[in-house]
């Protein structure tokens, strides 16, 4: 039977401090849905009377919820970094540390 990395290492601490404060994958997809469909009103001066508009669709939060989302669910292909020419494995790990980094 395969042993799981949460009965060899113990509980991962950031799921412990997330869970703490209250953030579970469900209200993290509550949230996400909410920002999904997100409006804003928009102001306008006009003549010295403020003017709001009707509740309009929110398309930058809703871009960036859409790409969370996206990343959440694996649709996107893993980052791949190719190395060429001839460098010594010291500097290819290097190289990978100063991009992390």
């Known amino acids: 039977m395969p ?7 113990g509980p991962d ?7 703490a404060e209250g953030i579970t994958p469900e209200s993290l997809a509550k949230q996400l ?4 469909e997100a409006t804003e009103e928009r102001v306008f001066n006009d003549k010295g009377a403020m003017l709001y508009s009707k509740a309009l669709p929110a398309h930058k939060v809703r871009q ?24 010594s494995l010291e500097q290819v790990i290097k190289e990978l540390e100063d991009d992390e980094g």
């Open 33 to 36: 849905k909410a920002e999904l």
């Open 3 to 9: 042993v799981t990395r949460e009965e060899m290492d």
């Open 64 to 87: 960036e919820a859409r790409k969370d989302a996206h990343r959440l669910r694996g649709d996107y292909p893993a980052e791949r970094k190719e190395i060429t020419g001839s460098l």
């Open 13 to 19: 601490p950031l799921d412990e401090a997330m869970q």
